[in-house]
């Protein structure tokens, strides 16, 4: 399994970003697929969720992100506006529940 994620960087507070994150090795198509962040000495935590139309966010996120996918490509997006300096940690995409595959990440800063 190989989950690669990209897109990140840094923006200013009030910025937007759009994550992105190509699967092989599994049935993409057929799995609840997730995003996640984590902050360095903290656990990772559930970002968002996507299984065909149903989705699920994070109180936190909910409003300002937008989680999608592309069947055909196996690969999950993630639109991030109105970023917060609190939204700053390294995004990983996964399953859902996560299947312990996690990939390198894309570090995501926002400054304030």
């Known amino acids: 399994v190989q989950l690669q994620a990209s897109g990140g960087g840094l923006v200013q507070a009030g910025g937007s970003l759009r994550l992105s994150c190509t699967a092989s090795?599994?049935?993409?198509?057929?799995?609840?697929m997730g995003w996640y962040r984590q902050v360095p000495g903290k656990q990772r935590e559930f970002v968002a969720s996507?299984?065909?139309?149903?989705?699920g966010y994070a109180d936190s996120v909910k409003g300002r992100f937008t989680i999608s996918r592309d069947n055909t490509k196996n690969t999950l997006y993630l639109q991030m506006n109105s970023l917060k300096p609190e939204d700053t940690a390294v995004y990983y995409c996964?399953?859902?529940?996560?299947?312990?595959?996690w990939g390198q990440g894309t570090q995501v800063t926002v400054s304030s």
């Open positions: 090795g599994i049935s993409f198509s057929l799995n609840r």
């Open positions: 996507n299984l065909g139309g149903a989705t």
């Open positions: 996964s399953t859902v529940p996560p299947s312990g595959f």
